[in-house]
């Protein structure tokens, strides 16, 4: 592995004006490389991930040593199975990360396209197009693989990203983002495109969100608490990747298979990501059909069930649920499960109670299908389809910068395009205003 550059990343530590200054200084330095990449060409871009992505796999067990201490103190310190393993790399996830960067290379250059173009009549041309944001912050936690995904769409967006992980990840961040910049670098990528603002200090995050002017735009993506904070302070645009308080309905017309498949897979196949399922709702009609044969497999994959006066009177592993646990996210094999008496009740409590995030209707009626998807105040609302399938890959838009649940600029799942920006060009000929 080559020696790290003096730029990569700083750490700001000191008093306040000391943190200012260091935050401003790597903000000027991103702001400088954006303007740069914004004039960039896609072949230099691609060259520049393709040789990231081949940087990680050389670097793999550098790579996997530095994440292992970042997994040694946290499971010391008693963090959740969830969280431990969104902290952890292995080899094949270092791989899946490598081809993330490849799979960048190979999609199409959204900067400049044109999204709509007219003549108005007086002969005047104009023209919608995207264009880079600048400087993206990005600010998250525990995953060391948004740290490579986050880069690598940056940079294909043709802005500069400075990221901001969590203490929990910071070897395994420090070494990846040493590993993907220099990459890039040796690419003719300018210094400053990719940096990381280490956890040392928690002002820097403050300090981050408030360079109006040096950085474009906020995108956090971790706890609420750590969104709602962020974007308290901020005076930066912020873009939330919101908790998943996710469901899936089973409708009356449902088929029976069917919805026991979805919501099995729903909650069980990664509980410890935000589209995974945290609330079941069963029609009363088909309780008795759906809810035995669904609890059955749910005991055998050890999911803690939580219900309601009817789901524990029928059930005998359920215990009683809680009002707080209608609008918890448990990022575990836990799940609340309701009984209810119609799709409108249905609809009423996913509005209440859910993050906007996904939800999943299983049925048969094509106008109960209709009903749930029009009413349903969601990012993406599914029908007959699993929750986990809120994903960038599945979309077919590659890696993710996150899924989005507020409702301005971008909503739902953040690919390379929620990354750009628009702007007018517009073409006269001596055109004046009267």
């Given at each position: 592995?080559?020696?790290?550059?003096?730029?990569?990343?700083?750490?700001?530590?000191?008093?306040?004006?000391?943190?200012?200054?260091?935050?401003?200084?790597?903000?000027?330095?991103?702001?400088?490389?954006?303007?740069?990449?914004?004039?960039?060409?896609?072949?230099?871009?691609?060259?520049?991930?393709?040789?990231?992505?081949?940087?990680?796999?050389?670097?793999?067990?550098?790579?996997?040593?530095?994440?292992?201490?970042?997994?040694?103190?946290?499971?010391?310190?008693?963090?959740?199975?969830?969280?431990?393993?969104?902290?952890?790399?292995?080899?094949?996830?270092?791989?899946?990360?490598?081809?993330?960067?490849?799979?960048?290379?190979?999609?199409?250059?959204?900067?400049?396209?044109?999204?709509?173009e007219w003549?108005?009549?007086?002969?005047?041309?104009?023209?919608?197009?995207?264009?880079?944001?600048?400087?993206?912050?990005?600010?998250?936690?525990?995953?060391?693989?948004?740290?490579?995904?986050?880069?690598?769409?940056?940079?294909?967006?043709?802005?500069?990203?400075?990221?901001?992980?969590?203490?929990?990840?910071?070897?395994?961040?420090?070494?990846?983002?040493?590993?993907?910049?220099?990459?890039?670098?040796?690419?003719?990528?300018?210094?400053?495109?990719?940096?990381?603002?280490?956890?040392?200090?928690?002002?820097?995050?403050?300090?981050?969100?408030?360079?109006?002017?040096?950085?474009?735009?906020?995108?956090?993506?971790?706890?609420?608490?750590?969104?709602?904070?962020?974007?308290?302070?901020?005076?930066?645009?912020?873009?939330?990747?919101?908790?998943?308080?996710?469901?899936?309905?089973?409708?009356?017309?449902?088929?029976?298979?069917?919805?026991?498949?979805?919501?099995?897979?729903?909650?069980?196949?990664?509980?410890?990501?935000?589209?995974?399922?945290?609330?079941?709702?069963?029609?009363?009609?088909?309780?008795?059909?759906?809810?035995?044969?669904?609890?059955?497999?749910?005991?055998?994959?050890?999911?803690?069930?939580?219900?309601?006066?009817?789901?524990?009177?029928?059930?005998?592993?359920?215990?009683?649920?809680?009002?707080?646990?209608?609008?918890?996210?448990?990022?575990?094999?836990?799940?609340s499960i309701?009984?209810?008496?119609?799709?409108?009740?249905?609809?009423?409590?996913?509005?209440?109670?859910?993050?906007?995030?996904?939800?999943?209707?299983?049925?048969?009626?094509?106008?109960?299908?209709?009903?749930?998807?029009?009413?349903?105040?969601?990012?993406?609302?599914?029908?007959?389809?699993?929750?986990?399938?809120?994903?960038?890959?599945?979309?077919?838009?590659?890696?993710e910068i996150?899924?989005?649940?507020?409702?301005?600029?971008?909503?739902?799942?953040?690919?390379?395009?929620?990354?750009?920006?628009?702007?007018?060009?517009?073409?006269?000929?001596?055109?004046?205003?009267?």
């Amino acid at each position: 592995m080559k020696k790290k550059s003096k730029t990569t990343h700083r750490t700001v530590s000191g008093g306040s004006d000391v943190v200012l200054n260091e935050v401003t200084l790597l903000a000027k330095r991103a702001k400088a490389a954006g303007a740069a990449l914004a004039l960039m060409d896609s072949k230099t871009k691609n060259n520049a991930l393709l040789s990231m992505a081949a940087a990680l796999r050389e670097a793999k067990s550098a790579i996997l040593s530095a994440n292992e201490k970042d997994v040694e103190a946290a499971t010391k310190a008693g963090e959740t199975k969830a969280f431990i393993d969104r902290l952890t790399l292995t080899g094949s996830r270092i791989d899946a990360m490598a081809e993330s960067l490849n799979e960048m290379a190979r999609f199409d250059d959204p900067v400049g396209e044109v999204l709509r173009e007219w003549t108005r009549p007086n002969g005047l041309k104009i023209r919608q197009i995207r264009v880079p944001m600048g400087v993206i912050g990005m600010i998250y936690e525990s995953r060391p693989n948004v740290t490579v995904e986050a880069a690598g769409l940056c940079l294909k967006a043709g802005s500069a990203v400075i990221l901001r992980g969590g203490s929990d990840a910071f070897h395994s961040n420090s070494l990846l983002v040493d590993v993907i910049s220099e990459a890039a670098r040796e690419m003719k990528i300018p210094d400053g495109t990719i940096q990381l603002l280490p956890p040392q200090d928690r002002r820097s995050i403050t300090v981050l969100s408030q360079l109006t002017g040096l950085v474009d735009m906020i995108v956090a993506r971790g706890s609420e608490e750590m969104i709602k904070s962020v974007t308290a302070q901020a005076t930066v645009p912020v873009l939330g990747h919101g908790k998943g308080v996710c469901h899936v309905y089973i409708d009356k017309s449902a088929d029976v298979k069917k919805a026991v498949n979805i919501a099995f897979n729903a909650k069980v196949q990664r509980p410890g990501v935000c589209n995974a399922m945290e609330t079941l709702l069963v029609h009363e009609s088909v309780m008795y059909d759906v809810l035995p044969p669904l609890a059955e497999k749910y005991l055998k994959a050890g999911v803690e069930m939580r219900g309601d006066e009817r789901v524990t009177g029928l059930l005998s592993h359920a215990t009683a649920a809680s009002p707080l646990d209608w609008k918890t996210e448990y990022l575990d094999k836990i799940i609340s499960i309701k009984v209810v008496g119609s799709l409108e009740e249905a609809i009423a409590h996913i509005n209440e109670y859910g993050s906007g995030h996904t939800e999943s209707i299983v049925t048969g009626d094509p106008k109960a299908a209709d009903l749930f998807q029009k009413a349903v105040d969601a990012s993406c609302v599914m029908v007959n389809a699993s929750t986990r399938l809120h994903d960038g890959s599945v979309f077919g838009f590659g890696a993710e910068i996150g899924i989005s649940t507020q409702k301005l600029h971008a909503r739902g799942v953040m690919g390379l395009r929620e990354l750009l920006t628009t702007k007018y060009l517009v073409d006269g000929d001596g055109h004046i205003r009267e």
